[in-house]
């Protein structure tokens, strides 16, 4: 059964620094990846997806994130953060074969802290 | 409508009693899903219907838990005796077919039940 470790639960940065938020997935099978972002009190909206072809995803808001299958990660970065990028990052794993619903499995969260 | 929407957003039940979250996904997805979020435990998958297919309850945490979907459009979430472990935000989404092909999954804004 898949699934997903974000290894960490809180990572402080300061404004216009880089960050590099971790994410490693379990699957028997090709996995497609997604990180979705949920600023406070909001809903979860998807950042960017992995699903087939270039390795380097690029996503909204200046976010990218590099699958890596012999590693089994997903990392998301950005170059360069703002005070508004302050929220709640999931990485989540689908897999998909005949006779699996390839659910959306979801890790732990991890929580961006952007200081002035 | 334009997105997923769910009711009630708010919800003060006592121990013991039944709740009924609803949720309207987006027209035309054939996939629903319901997530439980509670501090610090991230999105456990509850439950995922797609179309007419049998639904995967492999996530629904005990028999007090169940879900319908009516018409293969609105669904309702049925807390039976309610316990102060349910307190959580419960997060509806759905897509147009299923995450394992890559489809996006748009979330609600969460139903937030506290059990007192």
């Known amino acids: 059964a898949q699934s997903v470790t974000q290894l960490d639960s809180q990572v402080p940065v300061f404004e216009e620094a880089p960050v590099e938020l971790r994410c490693n997935y379990s699957?028997?099978?090709?996995?497609?990846l997604f990180w979705y972002v949920q600023y406070p009190n909001q809903g979860l909206q998807l950042l960017l997806k992995y699903l087939s072809g270039s390795t380097l995803v690029k996503g909204i808001n200046g976010f990218e994130a590099e699958f890596n299958k012999s590693q089994t990660s997903f990392h998301l970065r950005k170059p360069s953060v703002h005070i508004s990028d302050t929220a709640e990052y999931f990485c989540?794993?689908?897999?998909?074969?005949?006779?699996?619903?390839?659910?959306?499995?979801f890790g732990q969260g991890t929580t961006l802290q952007v200081k002035p | 409508g334009a997105g997923v929407s769910q009711s009630p957003s708010n919800k003060v039940t006592e121990k013991g009693k039944d709740v009924e979250l609803r949720c309207d996904p987006i027209?035309?997805?054939?996939?629903l899903y319901w997530y439980r979020q509670s501090l610090g435990q991230g999105l456990e998958f509850l439950i995922y219907?797609?179309?007419?297919?049998?639904?995967?309850k492999s996530g629904l945490p005990s028999d007090r838990f169940s879900a319908e979907r009516t018409g293969g459009s609105v669904s309702t979430l049925t807390i039976q005796r309610t316990q102060q472990e349910d307190s959580a935000v419960y997060l509806c989404?759905?897509?147009?077919?299923?995450?394992?092909?890559?489809?996006?999954?748009?979330f609600g804004e969460g139903s937030w039940l506290t059990v007192v």
């Open positions: 219907f797609q179309g007419n297919s049998a639904p995967d």
């Open positions: 989540a794993v689908s897999d998909w074969f005949p006779g699996n619903t390839g659910k959306l499995i």
């Open positions: 989404a759905s897509s147009l077919g299923s995450p394992g092909r890559g489809n996006t999954i748009y």
């Open positions: 699957s028997s099978v090709s996995v497609y």
């Open positions: 027209s035309g997805h054939t996939a």
